[in-house]
């Protein structure tokens, strides 16, 4: 869980070098899409999205749904990127939050 700006700061600096590993188009989001981030963010903790000009959503209702579907939290959306955050279990932890 992000507790504070500090934590939010780091996981953007990490998200910042990263490619987008998923993206949202026409279908929106699907639950074959919310199965696909949901194991992006089990194996990785830290995720970059992509939403194509194909997609007529309003990209701040898919960040919504999206993060409320997979359980993650919503490090930054900018434009028509997305970065969740899902912490790790205690023994498959990746990524440690100062």
Known sequence: ??????????????????????????????????????????????????????CDDDVKELVQTVSERTHSEVVQSIGRKIVLYKEGKEDKRRIILP
């Open 1 to 54: 869980m992000i507790r504070n700006s500090k934590q939010r700061a780091y996981l953007k600096s990490l998200a910042m070098d990263m490619t987008p590993i998923l993206q949202i188009g026409k279908d929106g989001v699907s639950p074959d899409f919310i199965n696909s981030v949901s194991q992006a963010l089990e194996a990785r903790e830290l995720i970059k999205i992509s939403v194509l000009k194909s």
